[in-house]
Antibody
């Protein structure tokens, strides 16, 4: 069974740094064709993609948040960590980690988010 | 950055009736390989999103065949042939062509 679970603080103060951990099981992030991403959802609002790390340690970030985000992986622990600096109340959201997996369709690789964690609500308030 | 626009934002439906959600992208999601880089996700109340359709029209594993995706280029549609009560939730389209991956605003399907 494949699972992903987010963990981290539920409350952070403005200007603090948020560190979230995604712990997964049932797959390895050292396997080709796999990545793990962070996506957030402010209360009552739409989904916003944040960052992605691939099995080969290639990383992608949302341009609007790139200066504040760092994504890393620890393959031995089956974990992906997201840090977000200078937190603000507008960053209050449920933060999800999701597996990004590639399939081959007529010799073309196509990636999608096939499995998601249950999410971790982070509130930013003084 | 690609902009994704969904309509309607709210969709009340009677069980057994069909439903249709539109998604428009600000630039074409059709690549020269003939594939459209567009996914659909469903977020049921209190749950995480789940993949419904990828490549514009391919149902994900375990997704009932009453769901179908269509469209090409900049205009896409998700159709439910006969809505069931378990289909309640928010439907999102997402462009998978380039980073940043952008989701639509979401369409909330409710049972009348």
């Amino acid at each position: 069974q494949i699972t992903l679970k987010e963990s981290g603080p539920t409350l952070v103060k403005p200007t603090q740094t948020l560190t979230l951990t995604c712990t997964f099981s049932g797959f390895s992030l050292s396997t080709s064709g796999v990545g793990v991403s962070w996506i957030r959802q402010p209360p009552g609002k739409a989904l916003e993609w944040l960052a992605l790390i691939y099995w080969d340690d290639d990383k992608r970030y949302s341009p609007s948040l790139k200066n504040r985000l760092t994504i890393t992986k620890d393959t031995s622990k089956n974990q992906v960590v997201l840090t977000m600096t200078n937190m603000d109340p507008v960053d209050t959201a449920t933060y999800y980690c999701a597996r990004r997996r590639a399939i081959t369709v007529s010799s073309t690789a196509y990636w999608f988010f096939d499995l998601w964690g249950r999410g971790s609500l982070v509130t930013v308030s003084s | 950055e690609i902009v994704m626009t969904q309509s309607p934002l709210s969709l009340p439906v009677t069980p057994g009736e069909p439903a249709s959600i539109s998604c428009r992208s600000s630039q074409s999601l059709l690549l020269s390989n003939g594939y459209n880089y567009l996914d659909w996700y469903l977020q049921r109340p209190g749950q995480s999103p789940q993949l419904l359709v990828y490549l514009g029209s391919n149902r994900a594993s375990g997704v009932p065949d009453r769901f179908s995706g269509s469209g090409s280029g900049t205009d896409f549609t998700l159709k439910i042939s006969r809505v069931e009560t378990e289909d309640v939730g928010i439907y999102y389209c997402m462009q998978a062509l380039q980073v940043p991956y952008i989701f639509g605003q979401g369409t909330k399907l409710e049972i009348e």
